[in-house]
């Protein structure tokens, strides 16, 4: 029987600022990618997100990014591979304490927005992040987008990887992410949503925006936390992959 981890972003409220249906979402997925407060999140928000999730009985990952409150950490930072490796280290270890409070472990990491994209074509960025969560714990797995910089340097750090596709997001013939800059980069419709996991999950391909068909291999499907679609977009990609008797498990 086929198998999908189902993942989302979440935890990325911070102070008086709410974003997302935490609590919802929680019961729809298998994993979580908890903000780590760079680029969201904060030590209560990162708290609480960890004991829901322990609640829900979901598995949880840190999700690192630059250091950008006022840009959700979406804009492209120019630093170098030691800040990167220093940065990520730093959220992945402040995530495990409240995971290690709560009694569980890391599953995954997974960074967010810049750092995701900008690591999955730069192989040396690509190598700090993964020597960063090697050096934190080598038993945690890292989450990439399928093909990518990223999936190559975790299996050269020895790590376990999970290779990573967007249920609400487009996709450019070369098999990364459509820039969010542009109006066809999120797929707002469930309906559409659902069409598209299926072709990536049963048929191992995707159709880019130009109509090409790329090969794709998944263990894990992410919808955005802060895609005001995300809940019913969870619960209509939960409903397809039971009809279609593909079994919804954490990656681990």
Do not use: W
């Not at 950008?68 to 804009?75: I, M, N, V, Y």
């Not at 270890?93 to 890391?106: D, N, Q």
């Not at 955005?224 to 593909?246: K, V, Y």
Request: hydrophobic share 40%; proline share 4%; with cysteine.
């Amino acid at each position: 029987m086929p198998q999908i981890d189902l993942n989302c972003d979440l935890g990325e409220s911070f102070g008086a600022y709410v974003l997302g249906n935490d609590e919802e979402v929680l019961k729809e997925i298998t994993s979580a990618n908890i903000a780590c407060g760079y680029h969201a999140g904060d030590h209560q928000v990162m708290a609480e997100t960890v004991k829901q999730a322990v609640a829900a009985g979901v598995s949880i990952g840190a999700h690192p990014a630059f250091q950008d409150l006022q840009g959700f950490g979406r804009r492209e930072i120019q630093t170098t591979p030691e800040d990167v490796y220093q940065l990520t280290v730093y959220q992945i270890s402040a995530l495990e304490g409240f995971c290690r409070i709560e009694g569980t472990k890391l599953q995954h990491v997974k960074p967010h927005g810049a750092l995701y994209n900008m690591a999955g074509k730069d192989p040396v960025l690509a190598e700090a992040v993964a020597a960063a969560v090697r050096d934190v714990d080598k038993n945690i797995i890292l989450f990439g987008l399928s093909g990518s910089e990223l999936i190559t340097a975790g299996e050269k750090q020895g790590l376990r990887v999970a290779k990573e596709a967007f249920a609400d997001r487009t996709y450019q013939p070369d098999g990364s992410l459509t820039p969010r800059g542009r109006d066809n980069a999120v797929i707002h419709d469930a309906d559409t949503a659902v069409r598209h996991v299926k072709q990536m999950i049963l048929e191992g391909t995707c159709t880019a925006v130009n109509g090409k068909v790329i090969p794709l291999e998944v263990d894990t499907l992410c919808v955005h936390g802060d895609n005001p679609q995300a809940l019913s977009f969870t619960r209509s990609l939960r409903r397809m992959l039971l009809e279609e008797n593909i079994q919804i498990r954490s990656f681990s």
